[in-house]
């Protein structure tokens, strides 16, 4: 959507010509990395990925994107085409599920630390509560309630740049975060909560000893 007297039009690009005479194609082998399924190089990453970003999109295509971590290899592999994700407690909303029961369409990025590459999966999705699945991906003796399984329509490796660029797992590049407000206090000026500041602190702490987080 065009955002409305913020910039001459002249400016903006407006089609795909006009941007390729600013940014030339790219090499043979980014323009023929992505495939149909996984091979062993992604089937690998995947088993070594703690955290993984989701994004959906509703019917009316509102995006969202929702993080997901657990010990490396949380996310099963159950063929070449097809992923198993758990769904651990978090916030209640469903933004992803009740996206996915709308549109089915689903996209992936998986992160190991310590490389600046991403795996990127697309395709569609669907919610399961198949009981042997779920008792596959128990942790810490509890079962997911739910799994969201991907069948993948492509995947691909990106490029290191960006988190390169970021210092993402540089310490000496991080920036200075003191005076950021913490989730607590983010909440008690957003939102209409049922907990003070000092009883959200309070519950949040436990999530570092483990607790809640399954």
């Known amino acids: 959507m065009p955002i409305l007297g913020m910039f001459d039009s002249s400016f903006v690009i ?16 980014q323009e023929t990395k992505v495939l149909s399924s996984l091979d062993h190089h992604g089937r690998a990453w995947i088993g070594r990925s703690p955290f993984i970003v989701i994004a959906s999109r509703d019917s009316a295509g509102r995006m969202d994107l929702s993080p997901k971590g657990d010990p490396a290899g949380f996310v099963r592999v159950l063929d070449d085409s097809t992923l198993a994700i758990p769904d651990r407690p ?11 029961l709308e549109t089915g369409s689903v996209a992936v990025m998986f992160m190991v630390p310590g490389r600046g590459e991403v795996l990127r999966a697309a395709g569609t999705g669907q919610i399961v509560r198949d009981p042997d699945l779920l008792a596959s991906m128990a942790e810490r003796g509890r079962e997911p309630a739910l799994a969201l399984v991907v069948s993948i329509d ?6 290191g740049k960006s988190v390169i660029r970021s210092g993402l797992w540089s310490p000496d590049a991080w920036p200075d975060i003191d005076g950021l407000a913490s989730y607590a206090e983010c ?7 049922d907990e003070t500041v000092d009883q959200m602190e309070s519950r949040f702490a436990t999530w570092h000893d483990g607790n809640e987080l399954y």
């Not at 909440?187 to 909560?193: E, F, H, N, V």
């Open 14 to 29: 407006h089609d795909a010509a006009e941007l390729r005479e600013l940014v030339p194609g790219p090499r043979p082998a």
């Open 90 to 100: 978090g916030n209640r909303r469903m933004d992803t599920f009740l996206n996915i």
């Open 154 to 159: 492509e995947v691909m490796f990106h490029c």
């Open 187 to 193: 909440l008690a000026d957003q939102t209409t909560s």
